[in-house]
């Protein structure tokens, strides 16, 4: 999206053409989706797709992203045009003309006849249109008469001895057979090679082959002489860089037609082993799908370990590239291909085949498949937890990811840890706390006695056990804080563990991210910002000397998300947030990549960024966020649905009830739940529902979510509106004096601590407060302070960018002058500032 951003700035339009999408992967197709659902991209962006319609049914991948085409246009306010056209083959009218063109003729009624018989051969398809004119002068049915100084041809001649030629592979097929054995059998060879292939490919496979398929008296040509034949003949491209191409897929498979279909099979194999044993392990790479496509033409139930060792590669370097699609059927292949002891003959390389399936299976979305591959996996009492880890994280992303059953994802996790060696204390929550608490001092003891050039001269961990081990702590970091405040304890110690993992035994892929998260953990538990951010620079300077992009998207949320907005302005976080969904998308994190781009869009309405694109950029990602299956699309559609109502585009104000969602029988989670409390508070406050907000900001919920020191920079936005909420109700109703300035008050002195401690983004926010608070303290003729700390209020807002809140002081200024001051006409200044600083 970036990189087109920039290409599309300086060229306008930027077309992009992308042909064969039948032929697309999902991961493909997922990127035409995001380039076309950008809008951050104010340029213009034309995309030309071009696909074969026979060969895209309902089933085909291709047609999910067409229909999620058409969603898009519906909602996208004329943003995204989507054009439809198809392209049938050539009228015989169109064939006429065509035919007249090459031949110079001028008049119509002479080629008529020969252009019916065309069309009816042809079926107007261009590509054939021309290899059958073609023919037809190779055959002397068409020719230039020397003395006439035109061309000739006899459509009777034409008619009879071009009936047998239904479509244009038979005619090729017709003209391949003219050939030599020889060249017709280089033919069958080459293709069974791809799309392209090198003359040192070819010569590998040709010197092979026509010793054992040619009399050696026939066999007199080398495949140089071969390949430039096919070439002069018009079925190869002429090479580049030692590359050769056929000139369309039907002449390749017109040629692949003359292997006989009784022994297709047979003989593609045999062109497979070839290539395979001809080849190093290095110079496999660069062909490894084609040969193992070859090689995967051995009929059902056939074991051969060699062959499943080679699907065991191209699945693995399909799952590199992220073709999921490819990976699957790959990992399966290579499954069959396993005798039936695979768990007692190879069973190691029967896990690694049963893992990579599952990790695809997951991937697509196929729960039934990888619940079948796991539990056959898993049930292998002589493979040991170490080895059967990559099933148990597949079987445990589904449980969490996929299905958001935390609690029993936790669970599953701590008994594998277990097995591991890697042991939590028992007890209730209590003791947990306890533990956790020491735990937490201990370890930020033994990051300050680190020196600085021994946390940068860490080596990568080796041992397999403490890998594995972090691998499962990551993951159980995050899922131990959607299951809800019960397992705080869990998480808190989850988090150590890894810091100090990585501190006794080397850096680990995610130590970073655990450098991060410990940052967090360091403000929920001792509250010092110092400190916390001393360890989120190691972790970012961690993250930057790692050679690897894995867990790169989870050390950025856990830093922009939880530690820094203590320490820089909220302004700085949109890049690092927008790179880290990207990271994650690249690698295949998309839990943390769309947490990542969740808390971007939301950043924007913090920082007062127009509410217009803010709604469209939820439009688009609660489509792919829905797609991955993720928690956060309720979360998102929760936000959407807001900004809706704030933009007056839904009958409701405080109700989050419309075209994004209908909050009524939603069954939420922590994280949503936490979400939905909120922007419940923050709509009460903005549409002046100000006792519903006082009721909810006394419940203290979601207090692990939303606390300010621990929480996520959505904590500050949430503890400024439950404040102003119950200030609000005091001033409104005096009799509720005490129970709400208390609360008020505890808030607004948590918020101005913050601000001692140097957390630039709630400035703004205390000023508000402070003005509100002074506004019920103040006694008669003093209306002077009151107004000098709303216009200061005011001006804050406004010099940090955040109009909304101006506004919202502004309103809440003229409230006091109007109810409080009696002063009318300063009332309906403000009032004015306050609807034009909104709209």
């Known amino acids: 999206r970036v990189f087109t951003r920039v290409m599309s700035s300086y060229f306008s339009t930027l077309i992009i053409c992308l042909d064969d999408l039948q032929w697309a992967d999902v991961s493909s197709l997922e990127m035409v989706e995001l380039l076309v659902s950008d809008a951050q991209n104010k340029h213009s962006l034309m995309i030309i797709g071009c696909y074969r319609s026979n060969e895209v049914d309902g089933s085909h991948i291709f047609s999910s992203t067409l229909s999620n085409l058409m969603e898009m246009e519906k909602t996208s306010n004329e943003q995204l045009n989507l054009t439809q056209i198809e392209v049938g083959n050539l009228r015989k009218e169109d064939v006429n003309q065509a035919i007249m063109s090459l031949l110079s003729v001028d008049k119509e009624e002479i080629t008529e006849g020969l252009a019916s018989i065309c069309h009816r051969r042809t079926l107007g398809n261009p590509f054939f249109l021309f290899q059958f004119l073609t023919m037809l002068q190779e055959e002397g049915l068409l020719f230039f008469h020397l003395g006439l100084f035109q061309w000739k041809w006899e459509e009777t001649s034409i008619e009879s001895k071009t009936a047998s030629t239904e479509n244009v592979v038979d005619l090729l097929q017709g003209k391949m057979k003219r050939l030599s054995k020889e060249a017709q059998m280089f033919l069958q060879c080459i293709s069974c090679l791809g799309a392209t292939f090198t003359a040192d490919t070819v010569s590998l496979i040709w010197e092979n082959m026509k010793t054992t398929n040619i009399e050696s008296s026939s066999a007199e040509m080398g495949a140089e002489e071969l390949l430039a034949l096919m070439v002069e003949e018009h079925f190869l491209e002429m090479p580049k860089n030692k590359k050769y191409w056929w000139t369309h897929d039907k002449v390749e498979q017109a040629a692949s037609s003359l292997i006989e279909d009784e022994n297709r099979a047979s003989f593609r194999r045999n062109i497979g082993e070839i290539w395979y044993h001809g080849l190093s392990e290095e110079n496999l790479e660069p062909c490894l799908f084609e040969v193992a496509n070859l090689l995967d033409t051995t009929g059902v139930g056939t074991t051969n370990t060699d062959c499943a060792k080679i699907n065991l590669k ?31 003959s190879q069973p190691a390389m029967a896990l690694k085949l049963y893992s990579l399936a599952a990790d695809a299976a997951a991937f697509l979305g196929n729960h039934d498949e990888l619940e079948k591959y796991c539990s056959e996996a898993l049930s292998q009492k002589s493979i040991s937890t170490l080895e059967k880890k990559d099933i148990y994280l597949a079987k445990l992303d589904r449980i969490a990811n996929a299905e958001l059953r935390y609690k029993e994802a936790v669970d599953l996790c701590l008994t594998i840890l277990k097995d591991l060696g890697c042991r939590y204390p028992r007890g209730g929550f209590v003791i ?50 959607f299951a809800g405040f019960k397992y705080l304890p869990v998480l808190v110690l989850t988090i150590i563990k890894m810091v100090q993992m990585t501190l006794l035994h080397g850096v680990f892929d995610l130590s970073a991210s655990c450098f991060a998260a410990f940052s967090a953990v360091v403000l929920l538990v001792v509250g010092d910002v110092d400190v916390a951010q001393y360890i989120g620079e190691c972790a970012l300077q961690m993250q930057e000397r790692s050679k690897s992009e894995v867990g790169k998207a989870r050390t950025i949320l856990n830093l922009y998300l939880m530690t820094f907005h203590h320490v820089k302005p909220l302004q700085n976080n949109l890049k ?12 295949g994190d998309k839990s943390a990549a769309m947490i990542c781009l969740f808390s971007y869009v939301f950043l924007q309405y913090v920082i007062g960024k127009p509410l217009k694109m803010i709604e469209e950029q939820c439009k688009v990602s609660v489509s792919q966020m829905e797609e991955l299956k993720g928690e956060q699309a309720l979360c998102q ?70 606390s300010l020191k621990g929480g996520s920079f959505r904590s500050m936005i949430f503890l400024f509106h439950r404040s102003l909420c119950l200030y609000a109700m005091v001033r409104k109703n005096r009799k509720k004096n005490e129970k709400y300035t208390t609360e008020a008050s505890r808030i607004r002195k948590q918020l101005t601590d913050s601000l001692k401690e140097q957390n630039p983004n709630v400035l703004h926010y205390v000023s508000i407060l402070n003005a509100e608070h002074e506004a019920l303290e103040h006694k008669k003729n003093q209306e002077g302070d009151v107004c000098r700390l709303y216009n200061d209020a005011i001006i804050m807002s406004a010099r940090g960018g955040y109009t909304h809140d101006a506004a919202l002081a502004q309103e809440r200024f003229a409230d006091y002058l109007l109810n409080i001051a009696g002063d009318l006409q300063e009332a309906r200044y403000h009032i004015e500032g306050a609807i034009q600083r909104y709209t």
């Open 637 to 706: 559609k929760i936000s959407w649905q807001f900004y809706l109502n704030l933009m007056g585009l839904s009958n409701e104000t405080v109700e989050l009830r419309g075209k994004a969602m209908d909050e009524t029988g939603v069954e939420f989670t922590t994280l949503s739940h936490a979400m939905f409390v909120l922007t419940k508070v923050n709509a009460y406050s903005l549409f002046g529902e100000y006792e519903l907000g006082a009721r909810m900001a006394l419940k203290r919920a979601d207090k692990q979510v939303l």
């Open 576 to 587: 690092p947030l927008l790179e880290g969904y990207q990271s994650g998308m690249r690698t």
């Open 314 to 344: 191209a699945a693995e370097k399909a799952r590199d590239i992220s073709a999921f699609d490819s990976c699957g059927k790959y990992a399966v292949k290579g499954i069959s291909m396993l005798p039936s002891d695979r768990w007692a």
């Open 432 to 481: 947990g706390v306890m533990k956790a608490y020491g735990s937490v001092r201990q370890t930020v003891k033994m990051i300050k006695k680190t020196p600085t050039e021994e946390l940068e001269a860490l080596s990568p961990a080796t041992d397999p056990t403490k890998l594995a081990t972090a691998s499962l702590l990551t993951r159980l970091n995050e899922w131990t804080y």
